[in-house]
Nanobody
Framework: QGQLVESGGGSAQAGDSLRLSCASS????????MAWVRQAPGKERELVAA???????HYVSAVKGRFTISRDNANNMLYLQMNSLKLEDTAVYYC????????????????????WGQGTQVTVSS
């Protein structure tokens, strides 16, 4: 298993956009599924977006239409484009990866992911 390092977090105003990046020391093509997970202060972790090796994407309803997850296997990178940011998007965002295959019904289950980054803070203000 490799290491995952997130970047691109920071402060933004509501309505702005941010792009998070996740650099993997292992080949991202070795991961069946990769995901972005966030944790807001005082709340449990929430898986917001996932992308399978096939390229199929999955989103939690709160971000659907605003966030886009993508992976660049040639450069071992995972991205999260976040548009129309809202105050409630404030959280620490983690990159996660699953080396083993995950059945479709488990793609949005946090426990399906074994490799985690350290996280990057995103703060949205009005």
């Amino acid at each position: 298993q490799g290491q995952l390092v997130e970047s691109g977090g920071g402060s933004a105003q509501a309505g702005d956009s941010l792009r998070l990046s996740c650099a993997s020391s292992a080949r991202t093509s070795s991961y069946s599924t990769m995901a972005w997970v966030r944790q807001a202060p005082g709340k449990e972790r929430e898986l917001v977006a996932a992308i399978r090796r096939t390229g199929s994407t999955h989103y939690v309803s709160a971000v659907k239409g605003r966030f886009t997850i993508s992976r660049d296997n040639a450069n071992n990178m995972l991205y999260l484009q976040m548009n129309s940011l809202k105050l409630e998007d404030t959280a620490v965002y983690y990159c996660a990866a699953a080396p083993r295959g995950i059945i479709l019904s488990e793609v949005m289950n946090i426990d399906s992911y074994d490799v985690w980054g350290q996280g990057t803070q995103v703060t949205v203000s009005s």
